[in-house]
């Protein structure tokens, strides 16, 4: 089956720093979502992308699939961004997540 | 406009009780899933249902049963639950469109269901 890697597994930033989060995967998929996990464990979705570059507000994401990866940039990060970022292509098949922790 | 919505929000049960999740989705999607989280993990897929009158196995169907009881409305019965299903539980939705020749499917998740089976 399809393999979803994410890079890195923890990230700790200071308040108004940016970030990159990356997600490998090892076949050609026609869905990609990204997901934000927060500490409540609520999913909210971010970004349906399957292909292209869409941005909201701080965050950005950019998939190339003829490359197999997707990245998540957030912009001058805030706490309320902690949390465990999660992509998931296909069905869906979900990597292990990015634990991003911002400290004030 | 509530989304997916799911019942209860915790639970506790003892092994070998019975029960069953609710999730209900007012957005009108054909196809729903039931997914499960693990401590420190992503989610991994139990059941789906494509569409009204279908259901299938995801990568984790053993100890489930699932309901597909009209488009609204997806459950997911634990028959005789075990410590191992200790987990919380995640329903979703989504609708498939296409556009050209590629076609596309987002996921919509509801609040989650914490279980422990002690």
């Known amino acids: 089956g399809i393999q979803v890697e994410q890079s890195p597994p923890d990230l700790i930033l200071q308040e108004g720093a940016n970030s990159t989060l990356r997600c490998n995967f090892s076949d050609s998929v026609n869905n990609l979502q990204w997901f934000h996990q927060n500490p409540w464990g609520q999913l909210i979705n971010l970004f349906y992308i399957p292909s292209g570059t869409k941005q909201n507000g701080r965050l950005s994401a950019t998939t190339v699939a003829t490359e197999r990866y997707s990245l998540l940039y957030i912009s001058s990060s805030q706490t309320t961004d902690s949390g465990v970022y999660f992509c998931?292509?296909?069905?869906?098949?979900f990597g292990t997540g990015t634990l991003l922790a911002v400290q004030p | 406009n509530a989304g997916v919505t799911q019942t209860p929000k915790f639970q506790v049960l003892k092994t070998g009780q019975s029960m069953t999740l609710q999730c209900a989705q007012d957005m009108n999607h054909n196809s729903m899933y039931w997914y499960r989280q693990d401590p420190g993990m992503g989610l991994r897929l139990i059941y789906y249902s494509a569409s009204e009158g279908t259901t299938d196995k995801g990568e984790v169907p053993n100890g489930y049963n699932v309901s597909r009881l009209n488009k609204r409305e997806f459950s997911l019965r634990l028959e005789s639950a075990a410590p191992s299903q200790t987990s919380v539980y995640f329903c979703?939705?989504?609708?498939?469109?296409?556009?050209?020749?590629?076609?596309?499917?987002?996921?919509?998740f509801g609040p989650g269901t914490r279980l422990t089976v002690l």
């Open positions: 979703a939705s989504s609708e498939r469109w296409t556009s050209g020749s590629s076609s596309y499917n987002e996921q919509f």
């Open positions: 998931a292509v296909f069905k869906l098949i």
